[in-house]
């Protein structure tokens, strides 16, 4: 069972637009989430991460949205550039596994020059 | 450089024979992970240390695998008799601190295909 989903596998986006990256998550134990980014034959980085103490965060053009209620958070990228274009990935951490990130599939976002 | 590096970046091996994936966390961290990507899947969790305790191997499939990590730095993560279903990329990641809230920092991975 998925406990983390990202439902959308790919969006395109225009460059200078916004980019809105979706996730859910199942485990009600969760309570720090994260965003890591993957460029082809690398390892995923690091973006932005969320604690649910809060219900947003935001690091320049990155904003990370939580909403406890409906077990969902975003990622707002604006405006979307070039070289955003990456597979993105959720991760949620929480309960008794609380070191152990369980990932999302990925979304694969594509800004359009 | 200041990154985890791991290596080989890509193996071959063919079915039945053993592997073993080197990863060099970033200096003075604490907590290390392996964690296998399928194609078209995120990571999945395998083992974690903290130093060169290996606290928690509940994500190894089968007991051909192994992880060790014996001086609380270096990790090597070992595959006995490999079959087709383990190809994947294997990620290392290492955290500076023992609790979870620092980010995980990954290395660009093994990609091990078994033919």
């Known amino acids: 069972d998925q406990q983390v989903k990202q439902n959308s596998p790919s969006l395109s986006v225009q460059e200078g637009r916004i980019s809105i990256l979706n996730c859910d998550y199942t485990n009600s134990m969760f309570d720090y989430f994260l965003w890591y980014k993957k460029y082809p034959a690398e390892g995923p980085t690091f973006l932005i991460s969320i604690s649910s103490i809060k219900d947003k965060n935001e690091d320049g053009r990155f904003t990370v949205f939580l909403n406890k209620s409906a077990k969902h958070l975003s990622l707002h990228i604006v405006p979307s550039q070039p070289g955003d274009s990456a597979v993105y990935f959720c991760?949620?951490?929480?309960?008794?596994?609380?070191?152990?990130?369980?990932f999302g599939t990925g979304t694969r976002l594509k800004v359009l020059a | 450089g200041a990154g985890v590096s791991q290596s080989p970046r890509y193996k071959v091996a063919k079915r039945g024979q053993d592997v073993a994936l080197r990863c060099d966390p970033i200096s003075g961290h604490v907590s290390l992970f392996w964690y296998q990507q399928a194609l078209g899947q995120g990571p999945e969790f395998l083992t974690y240390f903290q130093n060169e305790a290996q606290l928690d191997k509940s994500g190894l499939p089968s007991d051909r695998f192994f992880a060790e990590r014996p001086e609380g730095s270096v990790s090597t993560l070992k595959i006995q008799r490999t079959q087709q279903e383990d190809s994947a990329v294997y990620l290392c990641?290492?955290?500076?601190?023992?609790?979870?809230?620092?980010?995980?920092?990954f290395g660009n991975g093994t990609r091990l295909t078994v033919t």
């Open positions: 990641a290492s955290s500076h601190h023992r609790d979870r809230d620092s980010p995980l920092h």
């Open positions: 991760a949620a951490a929480g309960g008794s596994g609380t070191y152990k990130y369980i």
